[in-house]
């Protein structure tokens, strides 16, 4: 059997460079009050947002109000990838936020048009996603398209920088509480993404974070010396493969007891009906089971050639199959991470990325509406709507326990938003009752 190893030079593009992306894409969202009303209100404006808004405007839905903390659409992804130096994406070429089922500029064809513009090493994964092959998009191509998405369905227009505080939902509306003001909406959509994990108070008990000690979403830009890195996913990798390039060493420490390396985030089967069908009408610990197995963390193909050099050079050591029991600081600004087996690692600096959890409206809804089991929502199987509150839905991570572990990924928010839509549509279409189940609420705060 002939085995393909995609090379390393897959992972290398270039970045900012002058694609096709109308300014006002790219605004850092509105600061004026919000409206009062709108028909949709959406929580986040993250890549499933962006889907879900496309979405709703080929509906004729426009009246859509996306409230988002860093008020770029798309703007926190982007953002993670860039201080990771992630320079292409992990998902292949059919997965992206354009609308699914509609005659839109695919991400492949926009790709197509900035040709002139691609290097030949990009050039040649066009040419293999057109032929149905595996191939890695340029996260440059992906943020212009992103921006050709917003500016198409009007949304940057549509989108205000504020947090969403509180989202109280009413048998006929839905409240939405925000740092600019409050909405009333028919209906509202949770897409407020994953959050990092971090690490167990265990780790450094009653103490602050050592000094030394960084997380993988913080700029660590000195990589001399010894980087020591924690976890096992794209994040680690990145990191690992940063502080190579600088010029420096890397204890890399591994909960798992090798390597996973693997094309996509998840198994490709869960992009694609039949992966969703392994999930509907099993049971929640079958679920449970299938999450566990597929969410565990894993590396792109690309990165293995360099890691196995590395090691070979003794530039890196992989300690694999060990859980960290401490971080604490050395008294010369060392950093020294203890094992479970015993040994202790020492190094410059401890990078900790130790993975992302889905946001599951905790803190936003009431706790019987969110109605968590373990760590999961209580989503309608249709819907994506919260059961105990059908006019609020989640659409991204928090989604898993319905359209498996692909819900948190490009693709999957597509498949969700078109759900959701539907889902948004009917109720827009239910006669409006009289008078305002917020009114006493609009009274408060007028
Ligand atoms: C480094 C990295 C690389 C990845 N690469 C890929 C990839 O190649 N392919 C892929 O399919 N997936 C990838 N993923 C997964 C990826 O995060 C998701 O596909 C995508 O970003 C999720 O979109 P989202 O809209 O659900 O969340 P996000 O993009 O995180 O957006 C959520 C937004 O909601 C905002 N928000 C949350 N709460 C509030 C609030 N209370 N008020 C206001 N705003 C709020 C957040 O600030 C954020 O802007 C990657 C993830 C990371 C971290």
């Known amino acids: 059997m002939t085995v393909f190893l995609p090379p390393p030079d897959f992972l290398d593009s270039p970045r900012g460079r002058d694609l096709l992306r109308p300014a006002r894409s790219r605004a850092p969202g509105r600061t004026d009050t919000l409206p009062d009303r709108a028909s949709v209100a959406v929580v986040g404006g993250g890549l499933a947002a962006i889907a879900l808004a496309g979405t709703l405007w080929h509906a004729g839905v426009t009246d859509v109000v996306i409230v988002d903390r860093q008020g770029r659409l798309g703007g926190r992804f982007l953002a993670r990838a860039d201080l990771l130096g992630q320079r292409v994406l992990r998902s292949p070429y059919d997965h992206h936020p354009g609308v699914e089922g509609y005659r839109d500029c695919e991400l492949l064809d926009f790709a197509r048009l900035h040709w002139d513009a ?64 409050d909405i009333i909406a028919d209906t509202a959509v949770l897409c407020t993404g994953e959050e990092p994990v971090e690490a167990p108070p265990t780790w450094w008990p009653e103490q602050d974070r050592p000094s030394g000690v960084h997380y993988w979403y913080e700029p660590v830009t000195d990589t001399a010396g010894t980087t020591i890195v924690v976890g096992a996913g794209l994040s680690a990798a990145h990191l690992v493969a940063n502080a190579l390039a600088g010029g420096g060493r890397v ?78 600081a050395l008294p010369a600004g060392d950093t020294a991470v203890e094992l479970a087996d015993g040994t202790t690692v020492t190094g410059d600096r401890a990078v900790l990325a130790l993975g992302t959890r889905a946001m599951t409206g905790e803190g936003l809804l009431p706790a019987e509406v969110v109605a968590v089991r373990d760590g999961w929502p209580d989503l309608d199987e249709t819907t994506l709507a919260y059961s105990a509150a059908p006019r609020v839905h989640a659409l991204g991570a928090a989604a898993c326990m319905v359209l498996g572990p692909a819900a948190r990924n490009i693709d999957g928010h597509r498949v969700g938003a078109s759900r959701v839509v539907t889902s948004i549509l009917a109720h827009l279409a239910a006669p409006a009752a009289a008078g305002s189940s917020f009114d006493a609420v609009e009274h408060a705060h007028a």
Do not use: K
């Open 118 to 181: 691609l290097t030949d090493v990009e050039r040649r994964q066009v040419r293999m996603a057109q032929a149905g092959h595996r191939s890695v998009v340029p996260l440059d191509v992906f943020e212009a398209y992103c921006d050709h998405v917003v500016t198409a369905h009007g949304l940057a227009r549509r989108t205000w920088r504020a947090e969403v505080r509180h989202v109280s939902p009413g048998p006929d509306e839905v409240l939405v509480e925000t740092s600019l003001g």
């Open 251 to 328: 204890r890399w420490i591994l909960r798992a007891a090798a390597e996973h390396y693997q094309c996509a985030d998840v198994n490709a089967s869960f992009f694609r009906a039949e992966g969703r069908a392994r999930f509907h009408g099993t049971s929640w610990q079958d679920r449970l089971d299938l999450m566990r197995q597929q969410r565990r963390a894993s590396v792109m193909f690309e990165f293995r050639p360099g890691f196995t050099t590395a090691e070979a050079q003794g530039r890196l050591t992989v300690h694999r199959g060990v859980d960290v029991v401490r971080v604490r």
